[in-house]
């Protein structure tokens, strides 16, 4: 079985803060791990995923995210939020022996000027 | 067109007809899914089509809602006797490769709307 938490519903930053979208999985063997931006009435974005190597991913956008094994988590990171990036992220995991994705239940980010 | 395109992007109906919901995934991609976003909800899986194999139709509601996909392209989720509770976005993704590392890529969904 696989799951993902999204622990915050919303997360509200200042304009030129730091971002940060928290997100803990698990699986029962090795993750895939993705990120996906939602904005309002528009399908899901691409924005990152970490499959092995380096366990710092850039993505699009100037969005980050850090895959820490021990503490399984995969936290989304901007080091200084736009208000254009206000929108529902989602995070999403699908253990290496599967083809599906489990999905967060998103969180709201909204960045206010 | 270089995206998964969806139709139509907006869909009212009554309770009890029937409605079709069209995907035309990335040319080329070999897999496409079918997930339904209620509001406040994540994505729920619905049905994985890979190539010619059988689909999972694991994700299925009920046995009103069923699948198609023809010529390994564009696919059609169809939902009988629609009901208040079938309300939701309805998104298909498709991937090159269906494999673990292969990034789906989401259409625009369209919003059902059952009266």
């Known amino acids: 079985a696989q799951s993902v938490a999204q622990p915050e519903d919303q997360v509200n930053v200042a304009e030129g803060n730091p971002l940060t979208v928290k997100c803990t999985y698990s699986?029962?063997?090795?993750?895939?791990l993705f990120w996906y931006v939602q904005y309002p009435n528009r399908g899901l974005q691409f924005l990152l995923k970490?499959?092995?190597?380096?366990?710092l991913v850039k993505g699009s956008y100037g969005f980050e995210a850090e895959f820490n094994k021990s503490q399984t988590s995969f936290h989304l990171k901007k080091p200084s939020a736009l208000v254009s990036d206000s929108a529902l992220y989602f995070c999403a995991v699908r253990d290496i022996n599967d083809y599906k994705l489990s999905f967060g239940a998103g969180t709201t980010v909204t960045v206010r000027a | 067109g270089a995206g998964v395109s969806q139709s139509p992007s907006n869909k009212v109906t009554e309770k009890g007809k029937d409605v079709e919901l069209r995907c035309d995934p990335i040319?080329?991609?070999?897999?496409l899914y079918w997930y339904r976003q209620s509001l406040g909800q994540g994505l729920e899986f619905l049905i994985y089509?890979?190539?010619?194999?059988?689909p999972d139709k694991s994700g299925l509601p009920s046995d009103r809602f069923s699948a198609e996909r023809t010529g390994g392209s564009v696919s059609t989720l169809t939902i009988q006797r629609t009901q208040q509770e079938d309300s939701a976005v309805y998104l298909c993704a498709s991937v090159w490769g269906g494999g673990g590392t292969d990034t789906q890529y989401f259409g625009p969904g369209t919003r059902l709307t059952v009266l």
């Open positions: 089509f890979q190539g010619n194999s059988a």
């Open positions: 699986v029962s063997g090795n993750p895939y």
């Open positions: 040319s080329g991609h070999t897999a």
């Open positions: 970490y499959i092995t190597g380096d366990n």
